[in-house]
């Protein structure tokens, strides 16, 4: 039973910390990332495991952890308002080619990643152009681009 507790606790963990470090970290990531993510996994899995290194600890860790995302899954489907909560929302960067400097510091992206996505994506190079710039909820910034 203390390894199922201590799944639970590990994951529970694991989901505030990566909603603190917000969206964007976990899909833009530098060599600092990676090795952070790294020294996390390996930490996680001791914590996970203990001293239990046996195949069924390892099992019910496994199994453990599954039925928490599925249940989360599942309480984000069936409760109002509990996607928002565990996933975030959409949040529009810039309107009309004018960036909203309160919403890109509270979810610390800059004008420059924006511009990043606006040329992968759409091959614009200036905000000018820029009719919405929305950070998803995956982390992705999805660019519309100003009608001419």
Do not use: W
Not at 60 to 88: P, R
Not at 129 to 141: D, F, P, S, T, V
């Amino acid at each position: 039973m203390e390894m199922v507790f201590r799944a639970l606790a590990i994951y529970l963990v694991l989901l505030v910390v990566f909603k603190i470090a917000g969206r964007r970290a976990l899909l833009q990531m530098t060599s600092f990332d990676l090795i952070l993510l790294l020294i996390i996994s390996e930490a996680t899995q001791q914590a996970l495991l203990g001293n239990d290194f046996s195949v069924t600890g390892a099992m019910l860790t496994i199994v453990t952890l599954v039925v928490v995302d599925v249940l989360f899954g599942l309480i984000k489907k069936y409760i109002s308002g509990a996607e928002s909560i565990l996933d975030g929302s959409p949040v529009i960067l810039v309107e009309n080619g004018v960036p909203l400097k309160e919403k890109l510091k509270k979810v610390n992206v800059s004008c420059d990643d924006i511009l990043v996505a606006a040329r992968q994506n759409q091959g614009i190079t200036e905000l000018s152009k820029i009719k919405y710039a929305i950070l998803e909820r995956n982390g992705h910034i999805s660019v519309i681009p100003e009608e001419n």
